[in-house]
T-cell receptor, first 115, second 116 residues
Framework: AQSVTQPDIHITVSEGASLELRCNYSYGATPYLFWYVQSPGQGLQLLLKYFSGDTLVQGIKGFEAEFKRSQSSFNLRKPSVHWSDAAEYFCAVIEGGTSYGKLTFGQGTILTVHP | GAVVSQHPSWVICKSGTSVKIECRSLDFQATTMFWYRQFPKQSLMLMATSNEGSKATYEQGVEKDKFLINHASLTLSTLTVTSAHPEDSSFYIC????????????FGQGTRLTVV
């Protein structure tokens, strides 16, 4: 069965610093990969997704992620964090060809931003 | 972008009562909707897949008689938590996929259920 691991439960960075959130997946074929952000008590907003093609994908709010097949990773990055980026971030995967709503989520990483 | 609305945003109910949560796609039609549950400080877990006009498909370990799902139209799916107990207190989130295609499922804002 496919699985998603986010090794960091909680990350704290200073405003303006760079950010990298880690995500590793376990799946035989090339999965479809997503990053979502969730503010407290809110639903999920899609930041970016990877299906195929260029392994570096750009998303909203200045985020990007890089798919590395050799490392089974899909890490999320941002060059300069803003205080408004404080939230919880989820990496998710679906099996290629299956319904795009049936997602398997990682455990989530809580991001705290210090002024 | 497409909008999915959940109602209510939060609800408190007494133990033993039933609660209905609605998930509506406001500007698109969704033959398939998904219901997730998120316990505090945990990730989202898929509970069931809701199919318009047919029975829902439940994930392993989810009691179909306790979590009743109805998807009677292309824009509405409901989740009813029957005989709710405090351990059912959770954050329930739905998502919906546009039936015309596309690669994204859109999420509602979630419903915080507290059973007292």
């Amino acid at each position: 069965a496919q699985s998603v691991t986010q090794p960091d439960i909680h990350i704290t960075v200073s405003e303006g610093a760079s950010l990298e959130l880690r995500c590793n997946y376990s799946y035989g074929a090339t999965p479809y990969l997503f990053w979502y952000v969730q503010s407290p008590g809110q639903g999920l907003q899609l930041l970016l997704k990877y299906f195929s093609g260029d392994t570096l994908v750009q998303g909203i709010k200045g985020f990007e992620a890089e798919f590395k097949r050799s490392q089974s990773s899909f890490n999320l990055r941002k060059p300069s964090v803003h205080w408004s980026d404080a939230a919880e971030y989820f990496c998710a995967v679906i099996e290629g060809g299956t319904s795009y709503g049936k997602l398997t989520f990682g455990q989530g990483t809580i991001l705290t931003v210090h002024p | 972008g497409a909008v999915v609305s959940q109602h209510p945003s939060w609800v408190i109910c007494k133990s033993g009562t039933s609660v209905k949560i609605e998930c509506r796609s406001l500007d698109f039609q969704a033959t398939t909707m998904f219901w997730y549950r998120q316990f505090p400080k945990q990730s989202l877990m898929l509970m069931a897949t809701s199919n318009e006009g047919s029975k829902a498909t439940y994930e392993q370990g989810v009691e179909k008689d306790k979590f009743l799902i109805n998807h009677a139209s292309l824009t509405l799916s409901t989740l009813t938590v029957t005989s709710a107990h405090p351990e059912d207190s959770s954050f329930y989130i739905c998502s919906a996929k546009d039936h015309t295609g596309g690669t994204e499922a859109f999420f509602g804002q979630g419903t915080r259920l507290t059973v007292v």
